[in-house]
């Protein structure tokens, strides 16, 4: 069992090898704050059909390449990855800030939906802290 947002689930998260059909070139950089240990930066990139996950190291973060970024506490983070909040209404609440290009964003939707499923199969595998469940609004 992997513990959300360590090194061993981020490799699991890539190690799935999600593959998107027609997906554009795409990266985006996934911020949690106020996570155990501090701060956490992972890269999703859509490359030629293949999504990949990889940690951005603390200082790469501060000088991100990537398309956008998505930026939210480490309590609406683990909402998100349990399933009991969904995007739409993490977005709605204000809980999950964006910086970058809309218009890319927009483009990548699929890919984004591919992503989220594909943390649906790893959270049977992944330990996750206890977060009491009225932390964002439900689904």
Do not use: H, N
Not at 45 to 57: E, M
Not at 61 to 87: I, K, M, N, P, Y
Not at 88 to 111: H, K, Y
């Amino acid at each position: 069992m992997a513990e959300f947002l360590s090194e061993a689930w981020i490799e699991e998260l890539d190690g799935i090898g999600l593959r998107i059909e027609s997906a554009p070139t795409f990266t985006f950089d996934q911020v949690v704050t106020g996570a155990p240990g501090g701060d956490v930066t992972y890269r999703v990139t859509i490359d030629d059909g293949r999504l990949r996950v990889r940690r951005v190291p603390a200082a790469d973060g501060r000088a991100s390449r990537a398309d956008a970024t998505l930026t939210t506490s480490f309590r609406a983070a683990v909402e998100l990855a349990t399933g009991r909040c969904d995007a739409s209404a993490a977005f709605a609440a204000g809980l999950v800030r964006f910086r970058g290009d809309a218009v890319s964003l927009q483009a990548a939707t699929a890919a984004l939906t591919t992503f989220a499923e594909g943390l649906k199969a790893v959270r049977d595998r992944t330990t996750f802290p206890p977060i009491p469940v009225a932390a964002v609004p439900p689904r």
